[in-house]
């Protein structure tokens, strides 16, 4: 897709991330709402769905011709090639702990790979947005050009989940402590770990557990336009489909794509 076009997209694609952002604050900040199960155990609310219908609606009137696939649908198509792909409340748990680190996320594929995503973190007040080699965090409408971090060989900042830590989190944790004179963990929901690293706050982000292809494909549309990579853990890029329950593999987001870190997660496992 030209750059002239995903300029245009980006800047409708922020207006309906606000939209749907501004429904789920306003479920936010009611006294109470009800939390349901999915038949995965995952909890939902009614902020998911109301953000699903906010940006189903929005995205379509872009262009009627890129179909949706959304965490809150579910839909099969391998053969297509271009399609939107959301996630209309990222981090339903930091959403009812009200702590503030979920997202909404929309990320435009084309040829299987994030081509522009868009990730809102309303509650904080942060937006973040890439494409064509070019990534911005927005705050109170002030738009700042965010890089990714060279990683230092003296010190590494791993941003590790505030809901999902596992145990083998902890081992690659300690193995980067082995790798690096000081390690610094920050703890983070949602995908804003990945766009700490794409800002330069985090070094890297490994997810070494289950995951959906709307869980990420907006962030790292981010951190690779900001300089970042995102990979399986033998270094191969992600490859995105239109199938509601593909998952994606074990990964890894560095703002270094030089440093070799598939040779520690060889170590690891």
Request: proline fraction near 4%; aromatic fraction near 8%.
């Amino acid at each position: 897709m030209e750059v002239s076009q995903l300029t245009e997209f980006s800047d409708q694609v922020i207006k309906a991330v606000e939209l749907a952002s501004n429904e789920v604050m306003d479920i936010y900040n009611s006294e109470s709402f009800i939390v349901e199960d999915k038949s995965d155990g995952s909890p939902v609310t009614i902020a998911d769905k109301k953000s699903h219908e906010v940006l189903f609606s929005c995205l379509t009137s872009i262009d009627s011709s890129i179909p949706v696939l959304s965490e809150e649908g579910d839909s099969q198509d391998s053969s297509l090639e271009k399609f939107w792909l959301i996630d209309p409340l990222d981090g339903t748990k930091e959403f009812i702990n009200k702590n503030g680190e979920f997202t909404v996320n929309v990320a435009l594929i084309e040829k299987g790979k994030p081509i522009l995503g868009v990730v809102s973190a309303p509650a904080i007040c942060e937006t973040f947005m890439g494409f064509a080699g070019a990534a911005y965090k927005i705050v109170n409408e002030d738009k700042i050009s965010i890089s990714s971090q060279e990683q230092s060989q003296g010190h590494c900042l791993v941003t590790v989940s505030k809901s999902h830590k596992s145990e083998k989190d902890q081992l690659f944790i300690d193995l980067c402590r082995e790798k690096f004179k000081s390690v610094e963990e920050l703890p983070t929901g949602s995908s804003l770990k990945l766009c700490r690293v794409a800002e330069g706050r985090a070094n890297i982000y490994s997810r070494l557990g289950p995951t959906y292809q709307w869980d990420i494909a907006a962030g790292q549309a981010v951190v690779e336009a900001s300089g970042g990579i995102v990979s399986d853990l033998s270094g191969k890029p992600l490859q995105y489909e239109f199938i509601s329950e593909k998952k994606n593999p074990l990964f890894f987001c560095s703002g270094d794509p030089t440093y070799p870190w598939k040779i520690l997660f060889e170590e690891l496992f």
